[in-house]
């Protein structure tokens, strides 16, 4: 029992060094058509590549059976064969991220799960024949169950999960707790988190203690008609308020900062700055649980829901990747893009890790207006996109790389 209770205190201590740390810089190992492509092994080959790069850890489609291929409609929770491969290609792939000391990360979809068998209603909202076998207590009255109403927004289209339930609860820790000791997947990215109650986080994290854990708070940013508005405190304060529901123990993807960049980098870099000065994202309030991004494999890849203007791409890595938070690189801008932007990508990650640049460092904002954005990283970076032009007064600066409406100078 002693040894037990030293390697939770061990777990606990890790959990907080990683996110005390603040030196995380992710890759999204995937896209909505890596089920095709055989996939796990495709990853092991690149992973001394990813490793070599300076990413601390790869997210990771969900590794579960589910209806669909791209995994995100799961049902038998405990079977590793997916259309990514094998469960042996699954072990081999985390056992090689393991030996190059890159973290693996799984994408856990526990909002919602596919049934199995039809039960009261005539619809499938029970999970007979596999384990976790949970009857209609288990799905939310508002989609079809015998549950409690949704803690937070409703999946339409499937039966969603009623965390109330102490078995529910209880049945999703042992399994997160089987992915992170038997599996050895490191940290988790909680899918669809509006969809119940962000108390429920905190007590799975709790409970299966990943070294770093995401959560995927979409939100729709505030507009007027089909303008962005500048202020996006709201926004942003919706984001805040799950952040804190977990026990400050989760990090959110950041869908502030890439809402206002996106608009940004089209010629007005003046939301760049807020009323306060500040970055306007998630980044601006609470840095060192704000995980930036610029696209996944929903807002980009073939599914294009809310995609980064292509031409841009280079000015919105440039951002965050010399900024505060923990940035976040998508794999079909790193791999299927070309050469010229992937060694892009590398160097600004190599310049972060050798400025020590970290999620919370310092920013203070030089310029922001319509056509050019700078700013001053910490002590040692400075930074600017955009097409206008500009370069740090003082002769103790030097460029360390640029590209196209882009540059970054250390002293």
Same mark, same amino acid.
């Given at each position: =029992? ?6 939770? #205190?061990?777990?606990q201590?890790?959990?907080?060094a ?9 890759l999204?190992?995937f896209?909505?058509e890596?089920h095709?492509y055989?996939?796990w ?5 690149k992973v001394p590549d ?5 990413f601390t850890s790869?997210?990771?489609?969900p %590794? ?8 995100y409609? /799961?049902q038998n929770l405990y079977?590793?064969n ?10 081999a ?9 890159? !973290?693996?990360m799984a ?7 596919t049934?199995?068998?039809?039960g009261r209603g005539?619809?499938?909202? !029970?999970?007979?024949?596999? %384990?976790?076998?949970w009857?209609?207590r288990?799905?939310t ?5 015998l ?6 927004a409703?999946?339409q289209?499937?039966p969603?999960i009623d965390?109330?339930q102490d ?5 999703i ?5 089987w992915?992170r ?7 988790f990215?909680? +899918?669809?988190?509006?969809g119940? &109650?962000?108390?429920? @986080?905190r007590e799975?994290?709790?409970g299966a203690? %990943?070294l770093f ?5 979409w939100? #729709?940013?505030n ?5 962005l508005?500048?202020?996006?405190d ?11 529901g977990?026990?400050q ?9 890439k809402?206002?960049?996106q608009?940004? @980098?089209?010629?007005e870099f003046?939301?760049? !700055?807020d009323?306060?000065g500040? %970055?306007p ?5 609470w &840095? &060192?649980?704000s @995980? #930036?991004f610029? +696209?996944?494999h929903?807002?980009?890849s ?5 995609p980064? /203007?292509?031409?841009?791409? =280079?000015?919105?890595y440039a951002?965050?990747?010399?900024h505060?938070?923990?940035p976040t690189?998508?794999?079909d ?12 990508i ?9 400025h020590?640049?970290?999620s ?13 954005y700078?700013a ?8 600017k996109i955009?097409y206008g &032009?500009w370069? /740090? ?8 790389t ?6 970054v100078w250390?002293?």
């Amino acid at each position: =029992m002693g040894y037990l209770k030293q390697e939770q #205190t061990n777990q606990q201590t890790d959990l907080a060094a990683v996110l005390r740390d603040g030196k995380e810089i992710l890759l999204q190992g995937f896209n909505w058509e890596s089920h095709k492509y055989n996939w796990w092994n495709n990853l092991e080959t690149k992973v001394p590549d990813i490793a070599k790069s300076g990413f601390t850890s790869v997210w990771l489609p969900p %590794p579960y059976h589910s209806f669909s291929p791209e995994g995100y409609t /799961p049902q038998n929770l405990y079977s590793l064969n997916t259309k990514y491969g094998s469960e042996r290609q699954l072990r081999a792939l985390l056992q090689k991220m393991k030996q190059y000391r890159v !973290r693996a990360m799984a994408d856990i979809v526990i909002n919602h799960r596919t049934g199995t068998t039809q039960g009261r209603g005539g619809i499938y909202n !029970r999970f007979d024949g596999i %384990p976790l076998a949970w009857d209609e207590r288990a799905v939310t009255s508002c989609t079809g169950g015998l549950g409690n109403r949704s803690t937070g927004a409703v999946f339409q289209g499937f039966p969603n999960i009623d965390h109330t339930q102490d078995f529910v609860r209880k049945d999703i820790i042992n399994w997160l707790r089987w992915l992170r000791h038997d599996v050895g997947f490191q940290d988790f990215r909680f +899918d669809f988190a509006k969809g119940f &109650s962000a108390k429920f @986080v905190r007590e799975y994290i709790e409970g299966a203690k %990943p070294l770093f854990s995401v959560g995927e708070y979409w939100d #729709t940013c505030n507009y007027k008609g089909s303008s962005l508005d500048y202020n996006q405190d709201g926004h942003r304060q919706r984001i805040v308020n799950w952040i804190d529901g977990t026990g400050q123990l989760s990090t959110a993807f950041d869908f502030t900062t890439k809402g206002i960049l996106q608009e940004a @980098v089209r010629g007005e870099f003046w939301r760049l !700055r807020d009323a306060q000065g500040k %970055p306007p994202g998630v980044m601006g309030w609470w &840095s &060192s649980r704000s @995980v #930036t991004f610029i +696209d996944n494999h929903d807002t980009g890849s073939t599914q294009g829901h809310w995609p980064f /203007p292509k031409d841009h791409i =280079m000015e919105g890595y440039a951002y965050i990747l010399t900024h505060p938070g923990i940035p976040t690189v998508f794999y079909d801008h790193f791999y299927d893009w070309g050469n010229s932007i992937r060694d892009q990508i590398v160097k600004l990650i190599d310049i972060r890790k050798r400025h020590g640049i970290q999620s919370r460092s310092p920013v203070r904002i030089v310029e922001a207006k319509h056509d050019l954005y700078s700013a001053i990283i910490g002590e040692k970076l400075c930074m600017k996109i955009g097409y206008g &032009s500009w370069c /740090p007064s003082g002769r103790e600066w030097t460029l360390s790389t640029s590209g196209h409406n882009y540059a970054v100078w250390h002293k």
